[in-house]
């Protein structure tokens, strides 16, 4: 009947303090308690290990608290699994800054409800995103990492694969991978 916390930021850069401090408010970090903690992004979940950690620890009884859904899952299919297995080891889920808890009638509705909602904001993230990228080649920007050759080292390499040079000796002398090489040669 432990009291399992976990927390999620996307980056390096962002801090968990407000989140550890709400589970640990909650109960968290009571002697049965835990908090799984990682900065990961949340878009997947095949590699968040703290996640998954998280999930093998989590016992019949116990109640994995988060503080918003969006920390869980980004989408309603990783949603619907984490759901899934919580489901099944029978263990309830609470949601600190949503009101939730699904082991009420209401907290698993509005579970279901938050998780579409989490999977149609990133849809519009991704559109506004493609969006974006779409109006930067438009206006003939250079997306991507600037070239690591210039135009004349380019038709200079070009020039020695054609007279027999090895695919080694060019990655060595113009201080470029493999794929590299062959991604320039066939452009």
Known sequence: MAKIGYARVSSTGQSLDIQLDKL??????EPDGQIFQEKKSG????????LAECLRHVR???TLVITKLDRLARSTLDLAKIADILKKKGVELVVLDQGMDTATPAGKLLFDMLGAVAEFENAIRSERQADGIAKARANKVHLGAKSKLTDQQL???RQKRASGILIKDLMTE???SKASVYRLLAE
């Open 174 to 176: 113009y201080s470029l």
């Open 60 to 62: 019949k009884g116990d």
């Open 155 to 157: 038709t200079e390499m």
């Open 24 to 29: 640990a408010a909650y109960g968290c970090t």
């Open 43 to 50: 878009t997947s979940t095949d590699k968040r290990i703290a």
